[in-house]
DNA sequence: GTGTCGGCCGTCTGCCGACAA
DNA sequence: TTGTCGGCAGACGGCCGACAC
């Protein structure tokens, strides 16, 4: 493997380390940014460094159930000095891609906060966190099986083509040039780019078949070109959701794993030190680690009430973004059992569209737009609900709202 | 996949739980018992169903750090609760091969026992434990460039041709036949075995080369057949020690593992329930559960001191066994902080050949044969190394030990 | 506009004995 | 006894426009 190029070094403009040093397993422990985003996809944002964030061990535990491919057995208890929801400093996130597989993840070291550094209000970022800054000039093809096929080449949509790669020069016949693009691991991979046939299109020739062998794609798996503003070409790849292609781990037993995150969030806070938490966005349900900011906005400062309309994202096919609508049918605990008070996932909602089947029948407050306008059905409760703190936890600990910075 | 045919379904002789059942993530939760140990090698031999075993979490710490490339960070502290062996039932014993990779791992369904459970000895089998059915009609070869490059085929030992697989039928010319063998997932894999050349020599050509793809296999791997008793020809692979082929796992940090394999027994433990480990032979330094019998054995009969000589077991190359030397030189804790009073590598060794610095400068009492004849230095020490059962931990409770069934 | 196919050529796979270690 | 090679024949990779949806 070969070092990043200094192109490739830059600070990212959210923040996010990118040290480019190389890890004990001979991993680098960054990457392309850019890349790295466009490959989570458009509604994936990290939080920044330094920041302050909210951790739902809830969440992270969805992440290990649906990795592991093992739900979380219910005897395992939680641990009674871990509240649902930690709120702790972002010291480090790093992204990174599987070698094996290039699946995407982000590495974030957290660190709890005593309820005497909760006081400090002065780490809050005034603005809700500028959204990560994913690419412009993109496109995302999913392979169709000639594509894949060791018959030939790629197919480039036309518009894709035009606006992703460098301009052919036409007075040549036919028009053709030599693409070079880098993947995650900042491998270089060449392409024969020709615009032939009858009718003309572009397409990728020589080169096209490693890769595809390289990477093992199939066909439904996507590829992702970007151009850059530093004249770059990218290249990442997204698999089809084939179902449990992640191996069960032979490393730990699943409950161990759960155990694993529960207990490490646990001793953090009790010693005030720091754990390390893997997020895989495309793995990942939900997103367990949000900024404080986005948090308290949700939770302090949104009405919701049973029976109002909300709007949420969900990205598309084509890596792009669309909203769908719904109900809010109730509030409740998720778990009352083991993570009675939490916001984890404390909204129950009715879709409107019938295939709804695919879209989770729990949200979190935070992953929704509530339409205050032009509720579907009036409502008999107070239109602001009130959900205390609950007792026990680290809280704000008297902090007026007005102190966080919002209004 | 398929299901395994009825001549893989029967109860190995060892006691290993063979139920062939579907697993949720469509992976068998058996297979074939001699094919797993044979690529599992000759020294492992896994504990029977129902027999009482003695688990050290500092060796499955040991495992996981090896698995997860990184070493026990420091500052995860030990459970207060947890002793440095539990004394345990052994419920269940599972076979499994990794679906990618072929490594061959066992699931172990441990169950501490209380002290009033240890007081009854009736359960400790009054054999050491016969060791695990190795196969005896089989070779190892270790695949040259040759045998991997797709210009040719697979060169086949004469005297292994001769013992493992059917005898050719030499009226022919020249003699050939088609050789039909399972791996441990139970995919059927076709080859022509052909005698030919000049001089003479037997070789696997056709069906070779999509074996190697299939498989990935380069030189220096390993490829082993089985000719068993129900005149079965089975297949299995052992990949040479790549460094870090095993990807650090993106599902959880290395040290969350470290925490929720301690929790995990820490919790079955105080609730007297179930759990589950994995035991990952080829890539363990050293078993980590082993037989109450063997543990007993070598913890209170047998004498140890500084000075005495001893020899050991190691794997060769060509999966056969030998002894190496060496002498005692220490005997402590290997971690006194976290787990003092511990028999796990109790015992420091000096190794006699030069080519020592490859096996451990520790091992465990259970792993040596000590030999009394000759000692190679006059100990001033007393011969029998007393090591009282450190007090607080679970314990015999005052159970003599002729009450284990030993003399 | 683009997915798939038949046609065609060139490279590489894969079977053979020669030869040497 | 067995690892590697040159030779050779055939299979498949891979580039092309035709054609259809």
């Avoid at 691991?185 to 096209?208: M, S």
């Avoid at 890769?211 to 066909?219: G, Q």
């Avoid at 409950?255 to 030190?273: I, R, V, Y």
Wanted: proline share 8%; net charge neutral; glycine share 6%.
């Amino acid at each position: 493997m070969r070092l990043s190029s200094a192109g490739f070094n830059h600070q990212s403009p959210e923040g996010i380390a990118c040290g480019c040093l190389i890890g004990s397993a001979g991993e680098k422990t960054c990457l392309n940014s850019e890349l790295w985003h466009a490959c989570a996809g458009p509604l994936v944002s990290l939080p920044s460094i330094g920041s302050r964030v909210v951790y739902f061990p809830q969440g992270h535990s969805e992440q290990v159930a649906v990795s592991t491919n093992k739900e979380v057995d219910a005897h395992i208890p939680n641990y009674p000095s871990l509240p649902p929801q930690l709120i702790c400093q972002l010291h480090n996130v790093t992204m990174h891609a599987d070698l094996e597989t290039d699946e995407v993840y982000a590495q974030m070291t957290l660190q709890p906060l005593s309820p005497e550094e909760q006081k400090d209000a002065s780490f809050l970022p005034a603005d809700l966190g500028a959204p990560s800054k994913h690419p412009t000039n993109y496109f995302c093809k999913t392979l169709t099986a000639s594509d894949t096929s060791t018959h030939g080449g790629f197919s480039v949509p036309r518009r894709a083509a035009e606006k992703v790669f460098p301009p052919l020069d036409f007075s040549q016949q036919p028009p053709a040039q030599e693409l070079l693009a880098r993947d995650l691991h900042d491998n270089e991979w060449k392409f024969k780019h020709i615009f032939r046939g009858q009718p003309k299109r572009h397409l990728l020739t020589t080169g096209w078949s490693v890769f595809v062998s390289a990477k093992r794609l199939i066909a439904g798996d996507s590829v992702l070109f970007i151009w850059n503003e530093k004249n770059q070409l990218l290249l990442g790849i997204r698999r089809a959701n084939r179902p449990q292609t992640m191996m069960p781990s032979s490393v730990l037993s699943s409950d161990s794993m759960h155990f694993g995150l529960l207990a490490a969030a646990a001793h953090a806070t009790a010693t005030n030190s720091r754990f390390i938490i893997f997020y895989n966005p495309r793995a990942c349900p939900s997103e367990f680690v949000i900024s404080l900011a986005k948090y308290v906005k949700a939770v302090y400062h949104t009405r919701v009430s049973v029976g109002m309309r909300f709007r949420m994202l969900f990205e598309t096919e084509e890596s792009s973004v669309r909203r769908y609508m719904g109900t809010i049918t109730g509030i409740s605990d998720l778990d009352p059992v083991r993570w009675s008070n939490s916001h984890w996932r404390s909204v129950k909602v009715g879709w409107d569209e019938s295939t709804a089947g695919e879209r989770q029948p729990r949200v979190s407050l935070w992953e929704i737009e509530p339409l205050t306008t032009f509720p579907m059905y009036p409502s008999s409760f107070p239109p602001r609900l009130k959900r205390p703190w609950p007792p026990g936890l680290p809280s704000f600990n008297g902090m007026k709202e007005d102190d966080l910075g919002m209004n």
